[in-house]
Protein backbone atom coordinates (compact mmCIF):
# COMPACT_ATOMS: atom_id res chain seq x y z
CA UNK A 1 0.00 0.00 0.00
CA UNK A 2 2.52 2.60 0.66
CA UNK A 3 4.21 1.39 -2.91
CA UNK A 4 0.81 2.75 -4.57
CA UNK A 5 0.26 5.88 -2.37
CA UNK A 6 4.02 6.91 -3.06
CA UNK A 7 3.37 6.39 -7.05
CA UNK A 8 0.04 7.80 -6.27
CA UNK A 9 -2.10 4.68 -8.00
CA UNK A 10 -4.37 2.43 -6.58
CA UNK A 11 -3.43 -0.97 -5.37
CA UNK A 12 -5.65 -2.52 -8.20
CA UNK A 13 -3.97 -0.46 -10.86
CA UNK A 14 -0.32 -1.32 -9.14
CA UNK A 15 -1.00 -5.10 -10.10
CA UNK A 16 -3.11 -4.69 -12.48
CA UNK A 17 -6.02 -6.07 -10.95
CA UNK A 18 -8.92 -5.56 -13.00
CA UNK A 19 -12.13 -4.57 -10.84
CA UNK A 20 -14.72 -7.83 -10.43
CA UNK A 21 -18.10 -7.02 -12.74
CA UNK A 22 -20.90 -7.39 -10.46
CA UNK A 23 -23.40 -9.93 -11.93
CA UNK A 24 -26.53 -9.20 -12.69
CA UNK A 25 -29.16 -10.60 -10.15
CA UNK A 26 -32.30 -12.73 -11.74
CA UNK A 27 -35.93 -10.98 -10.64
CA UNK A 28 -36.73 -12.96 -7.57
CA UNK A 29 -40.59 -12.34 -9.12
CA UNK A 30 -39.93 -14.32 -12.45
CA UNK A 31 -37.86 -16.97 -10.83
CA UNK A 32 -40.61 -17.57 -8.93
CA UNK A 33 -42.69 -17.72 -11.32
CA UNK A 34 -40.84 -20.04 -13.41
CA UNK A 35 -40.50 -22.22 -10.60
CA UNK A 36 -44.56 -22.37 -10.69
CA UNK A 37 -44.37 -23.28 -14.25
CA UNK A 38 -42.07 -26.26 -13.70
CA UNK A 39 -44.69 -27.49 -11.46
CA UNK A 40 -47.50 -27.40 -14.37
CA UNK A 41 -48.39 -30.09 -16.15
CA UNK A 42 -46.20 -31.00 -19.29
CA UNK A 43 -49.30 -29.88 -21.90
CA UNK A 44 -49.74 -26.48 -19.88
CA UNK A 45 -46.57 -25.77 -19.16
CA UNK A 46 -45.81 -26.36 -22.89
CA UNK A 47 -48.21 -23.56 -23.82
CA UNK A 48 -47.42 -21.17 -21.01
CA UNK A 49 -43.32 -21.53 -23.04
CA UNK A 50 -45.53 -21.12 -26.53
CA UNK A 51 -46.87 -17.69 -25.21
CA UNK A 52 -43.50 -16.27 -23.73
CA UNK A 53 -41.83 -17.48 -26.93
CA UNK A 54 -44.64 -15.63 -28.67
CA UNK A 55 -43.84 -12.33 -26.70
CA UNK A 56 -40.36 -12.59 -27.08
CA UNK A 57 -40.12 -13.17 -31.00
CA UNK A 58 -42.54 -10.12 -30.66
CA UNK A 59 -40.45 -7.68 -28.76
CA UNK A 60 -37.17 -8.84 -31.20
CA UNK A 61 -39.40 -8.02 -34.21
CA UNK A 62 -40.16 -4.99 -32.89
CA UNK A 63 -36.39 -4.09 -32.04
CA UNK A 64 -35.93 -4.72 -35.43
CA UNK A 65 -38.04 -2.20 -36.70
Avoid at 3 to 28: C, F, G, M, W
Amino acid sequence: MDLAQALKVSTDELLDVKPVKKIKQPDSRLLRRMQQIEKLDAATKRQVIQVIDTFIENAKLKKQA
